[in-house]
T-cell receptor, first 115, second 112 residues
Framework: KQEVTQIPAALSVPEGENLVLNCSFT??????LQWFRQDPGKGLTSLLL?????REQTSGRLNASLDKSSGRSTLYIAASQPGDSATYLC??????????????FGSGTRLSIRP | SAVISQKPSRDICQRGTSLTIQCQVD?????MFWYRQQPGQSLTLIAT?????????ESGFVIDKFPISRPNLTFSTLTVSNMSPEDSSIYLC?????????FGSGTRLTVV
C-alpha cells in the first residue's frame, strides 16, 4: 500500500529565502507525481506534474525533482514571497495509466512566508 | 486540462439528513474520484467512479453512507447520507488526464 509522507509539516521563513519541501513515497512503481497548492478554505491548484520518466519540472520560481529509486521528490521555491504562503501537497499516482489510477496524497506542508 | 464544476460550494445541514454533491466535467473522462478533506487534514480518497459500473470504495468508506452515481462520462454525484457532525469536511471530485489531475473547487459541508 502506497504511503506518502511530507516533511516538514509546517515551515515559517522570512521573505526572500529559498526553500525546499520534501515528499517521500514507499512504492516506487508510480506513474507520476504532482505538487499542489491549497490556500485556506480553497480548492487545489496544480503546480507541477512530473511523469515517472522525468527527473524534474520547472515553472517560474518553482522546481520539482523526482528520484523514483529512492522514493523522493522535492519542491524548490526560489526567492519566496508572502503570496507563497499556503499548504503544499504532494500526490503520487500509481498504475499504468494516470487517468485510471487514483492518487495518494501526503499530509502537506503548511508554509508561511514572513514579510 | 479538464474543467470541473462542483456544487454546492458549501452547505449547512441538519444531523440525520443527506446531501448530494454534483460534479460536471467539460470533457469525457473514464474515471472520476471523490475525496474527503477533514479539518486540518490532507485529502483521503473515498471512492473511484467508473461509468456503467459500481463505484470502488476505499477502506473505511461504504456505499450505504456514500452512494455514488456515474450516469455518463461527464457527470457524477456523491451523496453523504444520514449525516453526523463527524461528516463535516470538504468534499472534492477529481479527474485524471495525461497532464495530471484536476479538482473541483470543493463542497464545504457543516453538519449541525
Amino acid at each position: 500500500k502506497q504511503e506518502v509522507t511530507q516533511i516538514p509539516a509546517a515551515l515559517s521563513v522570512p521573505e526572500g529565502e529559498n526553500l525546499v519541501l520534501n515528499c517521500s513515497f514507499t512504492d516506487s512503481a508510480i506513474y507520476n507525481l504532482q505538487w499542489f497548492r491549497q490556500d485556506p478554505g480553497k480548492g487545489l491548484t496544480s503546480l507541477l506534474l512530473i511523469q515517472s520518466s522525468q527527473r524534474e519540472q520547472t515553472s517560474g520560481r518553482l522546481n520539482a525533482s523526482l528520484d523514483k529509486s529512492s522514493g523522493r521528490s522535492t519542491l524548490y521555491i526560489a526567492a519566496s514571497q508572502p503570496g507563497d504562503s499556503a499548504t503544499y501537497l504532494c500526490a503520487v499516482g500509481g498504475g499504468q495509466y494516470s487517468s485510471a489510477s487514483k492518487i495518494i496524497f501526503g499530509s502537506g506542508t503548511r508554509l508561511s512566508i514572513r514579510p | 486540462s479538464a474543467v470541473i464544476s462542483q456544487k454546492p460550494s458549501r452547505d449547512i445541514c441538519q444531523r440525520g439528513t443527506s446531501l448530494t454533491i454534483q460534479c460536471q466535467v467539460d470533457s469525457q473522462v473514464t474515471m472520476m474520484f471523490w475525496y474527503r478533506q477533514q479539518p486540518g487534514q490532507s485529502l483521503t480518497l473515498i471512492a473511484t467512479a467508473n461509468q456503467g459500473s459500481e463505484a470502488t470504495y476505499e477502506s473505511g468508506f461504504v456505499i450505504d453512507k456514500f452512494p455514488i452515481s456515474r450516469p455518463n462520462l461527464t457527470f457524477s454525484t456523491l451523496t453523504v447520507s444520514n449525516m453526523s457532525p463527524e461528516d463535516s469536511s470538504i468534499y472534492l471530485c477529481s479527474v485524471g488526464q495525461q497532464y495530471g489531475y484536476t479538482f473541483g473547487s470543493g463542497t464545504r459541508l457543516t453538519v449541525v
